[in-house]
């Protein structure tokens, strides 16, 4: 029973070129969310997705970022046009009930 | 506005000896609180939880205690070893966390000492 899958790993970006962070959930798992992590620093909540549908994205910046879930394939977080600031390391989690499931995390390095 | 708080970012305890993470909360619509475990470049990883209904949940050699009035609740592991070497977070939601977003302390590393 494979768990939360993130790719890339890690991923190198110039500034403002557009970066894409791959999320497959956890089998049989519906909801998908998004946390990003600063150095020294805890995770801070972005979005969460169900398939098709964004139910909540109050922790997502106005403008750069996007985040779909759709019908068919992972969960892609997009940041278009990476600044420095958006280094960090980017973790998807999914759930069906109560817990929700870490991936390995994308870290994210804007040159 | 942190509305998780994680006041000690490090603790280092014998093996063998009980290990206490500390976590206080601001929100008091908070209901759920989970606590994770994370080593360097992986993900976090679910360790506990604890539904605010509750003041004592327990699994294994870890147990987590909520004290609502307070709010504050506290991680127990008895008796700590070496591989629990980690970075923990205290993580809340107001739900039950499954359709919620979580939100986390800084976190503590906690480092056990052969």
């Not at chain 1, 939360?4 to 790993?9: C, E, F, G, K, T």
């Not at chain 1, 946390?35 to 995770?43: D, T």
């Not at chain 2, 989970?34 to 004592?56: Q, V």
């Amino acid at each position: 029973n494979a768990g939360v899958m993130q790719n890339p790993r890690h991923l190198v970006r110039r500034r403002g070129q557009e970066a894409r962070l791959r999320c497959s959930p956890m089998k049989g798992h519906s909801h998908v969310y998004w946390y990003r992590q600063l150095p020294e620093e805890g995770l801070k909540f972005m979005v969460y997705l169900q398939k098709e549908n964004i139910i909540d994205e109050s922790g997502m910046p106005k403008e750069r970022f996007s985040a779909e879930f759709p019908k068919e394939g992972p969960s892609i977080l997009r940041i278009q046009q990476v600044v420095r600031g958006d280094s960090a390391a980017y973790f998807c989690a999914s759930s069906i009930t109560n817990e929700q499931f870490f991936g390995p995390g994308t870290r994210l390095t804007v040159l | 506005d942190q509305q998780v708080k994680q006041n000690s970012p490090s603790l280092s305890v014998q093996e063998g000896r009980i290990s206490i993470l500390n976590c206080d909360y601001t929100n008091s619509m908070f209901d759920y609180f989970l606590w994770y475990k994370k080593y360097p470049a992986e993900g976090p990883t679910f360790l506990i939880s604890i539904s605010s209904i509750k003041d004592k949940n327990e699994d294994g050699r870890f147990t987590v205690f909520l004290n609502k009035s307070a709010k504050h609740l506290s991680l127990h592991i008895v008796p700590s070893q070496p591989g629990d070497s980690a970075v923990y977070f205290c993580a809340a939601s107001e739900g039950q966390g499954g359709s919620e977003k979580l939100v986390f302390g800084k976190g503590t590393k906690l480092t056990v000492n052969p």
